[in-house]
Every structure is written in structure tokens, then in C-alpha cells.
Nanobody, 112 residues
Framework: VQLQASGGGLVQAGGSLRLSCAAS????????MDWYRQAPGEQRVWVAT???????YYPDSVKGRFTISRDNAKNTVFLQMNDVKSEDTAVYYC???????WGKGTLVTVSS
């Protein structure tokens, strides 16, 4: 699987942004997909997971604001980010969990 994240940019606090991660190669539908993020000077942290069956999981920091979804027909996973906060500023990465394959990140900057 090769992954390409997109959709990052500058957004005002309280606004919304949708990230996409397009996959090519192996059977996309068979793997859980994750989103992680890495803020400047910080470690990479987990943001969301969607299983191959569509179950979703979030840490408390984004629960209720972020939504992960997938379109297996388009081999794409999404991260809908609502009510963004300054602490959401980071480079966001997608990951194919079964093979621990990472895509290049996309930068999200939240302005206050």
C-alpha cells in the first residue's frame, strides 16, 4: 500500500477541515486505518482509527470533534475535523495498520 494524505491548510479556530488519505496497492478494505498527528517539538500521537468493518475509535482529545470514515470503493480514508483548536495544529499522517505503512503528512495550522 502507498498512502498520500491531503487536505491540510490554514483554518481558524472553531472552523472545520477535512483530510483525505488515498491508498493504492494492496487490498485497502482489509486493513484498519489510522490517523496520527505530530505537533512541533512533540511526539507523534494517535488521533483516530477505523477498522476494516467500520468501527471507529478516538482519544478523548478529539472525541466529539473529529470523525474518521472510509470509502473502500475509492480506497480513501477521511478525517473530518470540526471545532478545531490551536492545539490541533500539527502534521497529520495516515497509516495502514496491518502493514504499518505511513503516508507523507499534511500540515494543519489552526489560527486563533
Amino acid at each position: 500500500v502507498q498512502l498520500q494524505a491531503s487536505g491540510g491548510g490554514l483554518v481558524q479556530a472553531g472552523g472545520s477541515l477535512r483530510l483525505s488519505c488515498a491508498a493504492s496497492g494492496r487490498i485497502f478494505s482489509a486493513t484498519a486505518m489510522d490517523w496520527y498527528r505530530q505537533a512541533p517539538g512533540e511526539q507523534r500521537v494517535w488521533v483516530a482509527t477505523i477498522s476494516s468493518g467500520g468501527a471507529t475509535y478516538y482519544p478523548d482529545s478529539v472525541k466529539g470533534r473529529f470523525t474518521i470514515s472510509r470509502d473502500n470503493a475509492k480506497n480513501t480514508v477521511f478525517l473530518q475535523m470540526n471545532d478545531v483548536k490551536s492545539e490541533d495544529t500539527a502534521v497529520y499522517y495516515c497509516r495502514a495498520a496491518t502493514w504499518d505503512i505511513w503516508g507523507k503528512g499534511t500540515l494543519v495550522t489552526v489560527s486563533s
